[in-house]
């Protein structure tokens, strides 16, 4: 194997990395949340910021682990990833190389079988361009009575203030402040002037939006350049425990063979995979057969090519279970 790269972990839940405790572009993991950690030196200087797993509205990294057996080279994950720089590899806790494993349509392959009882993580950053939502433009309006630097709660509207780090705008009786020189912003709650203001003065917190995913897999295009004409290639993958029914729009294509395009509708019971096929057209004939089935808790959408080097375009709306 390629020589081996360790990472700073932790196997406490919720244990988060000190800025200290990195180096400007150094990587952590958190063995037992699942999170990859990275410092920055961003807006408010130097501070950690984390690559989440699984949360409310979306997903951007996903976690598959494998148990080696002095045998197996091939690991089927998850999700594909874009490239192989979105996918972070280990085994017992040990970083490992690109060089050492290679992937295609899914399939991550080492170049030597990981030994018995080897614990294999695989982390795929899952980059979509999917539907994403706006939170309303929010200001937070406050007139003290008292001399004031810290302004939380209730505003004199009722509304309580709540902001991102780095996404708010303050207004002192109409002139805007600068972070950091004139105020404080770390928690996302609270506001701190580094100069007390009293009766008579207006102080304005803008919230600006902020972008989430809706369903990061609501919509997703994958595309598989099928280099032989092997029964029963990868063309797409999801989770079925995640999504019960997805439609599929399939575009083929060969050199000197035409084009074919068909849509796909599958559902599945946790099992088995029911679908059908239908709106089949081509330009001179048939470029490949579909068929969908579910294997180690994914769906899988799968091809025959009729030629070598076809190229197999799938978009895919997918509906919760």
């Not at 196997?11 to 180096?23: C, D, E, G, I, R």
């Not at 490239?83 to 295609?104: K, M, R, W």
């Amino acid at each position: 194997m390629a020589t081996n790269v360790k990472l700073k972990r932790s196997a406490v839940h919720a244990k988060v990395p000190t800025t200290s405790a990195l180096q400007l572009g150094e990587l952590a993991i958190n063995t037992y949340d699942g999170y990859i950690f990275l410092k920055r030196d961003g807006l408010n200087g130097e501070e950690i910021v984390r690559f989440r797993g699984n949360c409310a509205t979306d997903e951007s990294v996903i976690l598959d682990t494998f148990t080696g057996d002095n045998s197996t080279v091939d690991f089927n994950l998850t999700e594909a990833p874009a490239d192989e720089q979105y996918v972070f590899v280990t085994i017992n806790g040990v970083s490992q190389h690109a060089d050492a494993y290679t992937l295609s349509n899914g399939t991550l392959t080492f170049s030597q079988a990981p030994a018995l009882n080897d614990a294999i993580e695989c982390r795929t950053l899952a980059i979509h361009n999917a539907e994403f939502r706006l939170r309303d433009y929010q200001s937070y309006v406050y007139q003290p009575s008292t001399s004031t630097t810290t302004f939380t709660g209730a505003d004199v509207d009722g509304n309580t203030l709540t902001y991102d780090l780095e996404m708010i705008e303050v207004y002192l009786n109409g002139a805007r402040l600068v972070h950091s020189l004139d105020y404080t912003a770390t928690n996302g709650t609270s506001v701190v002037l580094q100069t007390a203001i009293s009766s008579g003065d207006t102080l304005e917190i803008v919230s600006l939006a902020k972008a989430s995913f809706i369903d990061s897999e609501g919509l997703i295009n994958s595309e598989l350049v099928a280099t032989t004409t092997s029964s029963g290639q990868i063309v797409d993958t999801f989770k079925s425990n995640t999504y019960r029914t997805a439609k599929y729009i399939v575009s083929m294509s060969h050199a000197s063979a035409g084009y074919h395009a068909t849509e796909v509708l599958l559902v599945h019971d946790g099992t088995t995979v029911y679908m059908t096929e239908y709106g089949t057209i081509y330009t001179s004939s048939s470029l490949g057969t579909l068929d969908a089935s579910i294997l180690t808790g994914n769906v899988r959408l799968t091809v025959t090519p009729t030629n070598t080097n076809t190229t197999i375009k799938t978009k895919r709306i997918t509906v919760s279970a």
